[in-house]
């Protein structure tokens, strides 16, 4: 079954963050470990699915009967710097499948097009008050003030390279496309993270403006990560878009890299340079995300 084309952005707190002493369901799905980071996305899949499979499609997918969904990382995966420190493992992240798709419902009703919002609450049987109400609801159910997961369908976000040193970068192409084990991966401390983002988010802002598209992204992107443990770590994982590229390419690939030249061109007032180097990852991503239509 093919994955969700779908990309992350993962924060792994250490389980302290999350309670002296932790719940105990949490800590036995720590202990457990049952899912690996392909398991995740079609555990998400079939959430999803299930909750649109009745009759009267559901607002939001069930939480677990059992044990919360939890990726764990040891700190001893995430490259650190001397000045960097990540743990005390296990580093934990859970996927909050169900407030996630509460923010999703929430963000859809106030941006969505009118007639495709009557759809939707038409399909879903409720006065849209009531729709926000539980999806409010299960907003706090999040294990903390925010989110551990971000994600973005058929593309990477630009701004997402900036946190990441490009050549620590985890390549597993395994058998083929549809090899469950094919990965590309990045995997950076938090204070790592939040130092190259600020960065990132003055040097583009001080470019193009605050109100910039990257610059919005940067911003957000900054907020987000300053709410979690300072020890904990950062992945930016492909997911599924590994599906949609062949093994030359990924090989090949320095979105990374050139992201980073990009804002050293910035830093340098290269403005040739910057375009350059923008157009050839606007071509890259821009093939990608072309695909979606053919969906």
């Known amino acids: 079954m ?11 707190e250490p389980l302290v963050a999350f309670g002296e002493p932790p719940d105990e369901r949490l800590s ?5 470990a049952a899912l690996t980071r392909p398991d995740a996305s079609e555990r998400e899949m079939l959430m999803w699915l299930k909750s649109q499979a009745g009759e009267q499609p559901r607002m939001l997918p069930k939480e677990p009967s059992s044990l919360p969904d939890v990726l764990v990382l040891d700190p001893a995966e995430v490259p650190t710097e001397a000045s960097a420190e990540v743990g005390p493992g296990p580093l934990v992240c859970p996927l909050e499948i169900r407030p996630r798709s509460a923010a999703a419902l929430v963000g859809f009703l106030g941006e969505a097009h009118p007639a495709l919002k009557g759809v939707v609450v038409d399909a879903l049987g409720a006065p849209e008050d009531r729709i926000k109400s539980r999806a409010n609801s299960a907003l706090r159910d999040l294990h903390g003030t925010s989110m551990h997961v971000l994600s973005t369908t058929w593309t990477v976000p630009l701004p997402w390279f900036s946190l990441v040193d490009p050549r620590q970068f985890r390549l597993e192409l395994g058998s083929g496309r549809a090899d469950p084990k094919r990965e590309l991966s990045w995997r950076v401390p938090m204070t790592d993270a939040l130092r190259r983002v600020g960065e990132a988010e003055e040097l583009v802002g001080n470019a193009l403006g605050e109100d910039a598209g990257p610059v919005q992204i940067l911003s957000e992107t900054h907020r987000w990560l300053a709410n979690f443990h300072p020890a904990s770590a950062v992945e930016l994982d492909y997911g599924g878009l590994v599906q949609l590229v062949d093994d030359l390419t990924l090989e090949s690939d320095t979105s990374a890299d050139e992201v980073h030249m990009l804002l050293e061109a910035l830093r340098n007032g290269d403005v040739d340079e910057v375009g350059e180097i923008f157009q050839t990852l606007r071509d890259y991503w821009g093939e990608l995300a072309a695909r979606e239509r053919f969906n």
Not at 2 to 12: D, G, S, T
């Open 2 to 12: 093919l994955r969700p084309f779908v990309a992350y952005l993962r924060v792994y």
């Open 28 to 32: 036995r799905a720590v202990e457990e």
